[in-house]
């Protein structure tokens, strides 16, 4: 547990250096410390260590360990949110990194209308065009973005990505500058503010804050692997 205090600080320290070589100031980057697969005593010593955000991937997994916690922890969800699931998931999380779908967003909608609730939610692209890959590509985000910005239940703050999986966080690079770009040119073309981009993990988060991070998703790096 003392090695959770000494992570973060380390993270932060990294964080804050990335930020600078950026032209940013770390306050520009939220840390999400990727709590999935830990334990609630594990996020207890992070939050007792002043990290506020937490990102979890499993609904069933999140809504056992949030009650354990201070009601003042922040949690983010940042897996797949299956339809069966959202209903259960909608009041815990103050943002969804991972919309994958116009199908998604609108279900989302839907849901969060019945129960009175207004979502933040960031939408998921898969920069690097891969078959198996889960969320949008740039040009059915484009088609689709209209539509979802007129959606009255949810908030759209940005984008987020998870690239390949390289060992070199030097590969990571460029999809993290294709996603900036994307939402720049979003930006302009539907005149909406789309401040965050949710990119980088443990092994290229700094990579990602270079080029433009708001948000950084970083699990093994604070907690150690996972069980
Ligand atoms: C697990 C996970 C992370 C954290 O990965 P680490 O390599 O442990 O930092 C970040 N983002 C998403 C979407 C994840 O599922």
Do not use: C, Y
């Not at 932060?12 to 609630?40: N, P, T």
């Not at 997994?61 to 797949?80: C, D, M, Q, Y």
């Amino acid at each position: 547990m003392d090695d959770i205090g000494a992570n973060l600080i380390l993270v932060q320290a990294q964080i804050a250096a990335a930020a600078e070589r950026s032209g940013h100031v770390s306050a520009d980057v939220q840390l999400v410390a990727v709590s999935k697969k830990q334990s609630a005593e594990k996020v207890r010593a992070a939050f007792d260590a002043r990290q506020p955000i937490f990102g979890e991937s499993r609904v069933q997994e999140a809504r056992a360990k949030i009650p354990l916690l201070p009601s003042a922890v922040r949690w983010h969800f940042i897996g797949r949110l299956q339809k069966n699931k959202i209903r259960h998931a909608l009041p815990f999380f103050e943002l969804f990194h991972s919309v994958d779908s116009l199908a998604l967003a609108t279900e989302m909608n839907r849901i969060a209308g019945e129960e009175g609730l207004r979502l933040q939610i960031l939408l998921e692209v898969n920069v690097a065009g891969e078959g198996s890959k889960i969320g949008f590509s740039p040009d059915e985000l484009r088609a689709h973005l209209e539509t979802i910005l007129q959606l009255d239940r949810l908030t759209v703050l940005g984008l987020m990505t998870i690239p390949p999986l390289s060992q070199e966080p030097e590969q990571s690079r460029r999809h993290f500058a294709t996603l900036r770009g994307l939402r720049d040119s979003l930006a302009r073309d539907f005149s909406v503010a789309l401040p965050d981009l949710s990119m980088g993990m443990s092994h290229d988060f700094e990579v990602a804050i270079e080029e433009g991070a708001t948000l950084v998703r970083v699990g093994t790096a604070i907690f150690g692997s996972r069980s």
